[in-house]
Every structure is written in structure tokens, then in C-alpha cells.
């Protein structure tokens, strides 16, 4: 394993310096689910929570997280975003949330992409955890990225 990036000869916290860094185009799939009661499903699926619009409440969320993910996460720098796309796709027992995130810059955009996910699966849960407070978020990770001097990840 290399070096932390963010620490400094002494250990102390800092942000990367990227001015040195090429633009390039950088993109970052991120996924995650909320498993939760087939009757909570049902309820989203049927569009009858009583908050709303879960699927379009929890787009949008995700794609504002995404933007103000500078904001939220230390040391992560504000991008200029040139696209985030947030998928919710109902399955059996949970709702899969794909976020897509891709900026013409000098850092990636794998930050912005967990913080869609993690958001849109946060309101997911605030919306409808007055009839199912058992819910789970599960699995959100990175899944593919492409671009920068790393090159190209996509998981296994």
C-alpha cells in the first residue's frame, strides 16, 4: 500500500494538491441498496407513502449530495460536476440505487458518486421509516472509475 495522500510529511491532515494534476474526464459509478419489508416496497412502488414520492425525492437528494459533497466530506475538493445520474431500481426486497458522476477536471469523482448513493438511501430511509424501522443500507461502494493518472477500477 502507498502512502496516505492526505497527511502531510508529519501525519497531519491536508488537502492534495492537484494544480500540477491534468484535466481529464473522470467518471465514478457508485451503487448501494435499502432492503426493507415487501410491504414498504409495495407502498413505494405504489407511490402511497405518506411523505410523498419516494423514488423522486430520493433523486433529486442524491443528485444535490452529490454537488455539495466538498462541502460535506474533509479535504475533498468542490468540483465543477458536468453530469450525476441517480437510478432507483425496486427488486424483491430492496430498493438498488445506481449513481453515475462524471466532471472534465484534475480529481476523480468517486467522493461525489458514494455521497448520491449514500443520500438518496438516507432519504429512502426517512421517508417511509414510520411503517418499517427495520431497513438496511447495504453494500454502497464504488463500482466502476475511469479516468486520471490511477487509470481505470471497476470491480469484481
Request: aromatic share 2%; glycine share 8%; hydrophobic share 50%.
Amino acid at each position: 500500500m502507498s502512502r496516505l495522500t492526505h497527511t502531510d510529511e508529519a501525519g497531519a491532515a491536508r488537502m492534495v494538491d492537484v494544480s500540477a494534476k491534468a484535466a481529464s474526464l473522470r467518471e465514478a459509478v457508485a451503487r448501494g441498496r435499502v432492503v426493507m419489508q415487501a410491504q414498504t416496497l409495495a407502498l413505494i412502488r405504489e407511490n402511497k407513502a405518506a411523505k410523498g414520492d419516494v423514488l423522486a425525492v430520493a433523486r433529486l437528494a442524491g443528485i444535490m449530495a452529490a454537488k455539495r459533497t466538498g462541502e460535506l466530506i474533509p479535504l475533498c475538493h468542490p468540483l465543477m460536476l458536468s453530469a450525476v445520474t441517480v437510478e432507483l431500481e425496486l427488486t424483491a426486497a430492496a430498493v438498488e440505487i445506481t449513481a453515475t458522476v462524471r466532471t472534465q477536471g484534475q480529481t476523480g469523482v468517486e467522493m461525489e458518486a458514494l455521497t448520491a448513493v449514500s443520500v438518496a438511501a438516507l432519504t429512502i430511509y426517512d421517508m417511509v421509516k414510520a411503517v418499517d424501522r427495520g431497513m438496511c443500507i447495504e453494500a454502497v461502494r464504488v463500482v466502476r472509475k475511469t479516468g486520471g493518472k490511477s487509470g481505470d477500477f471497476t470491480q469484481d
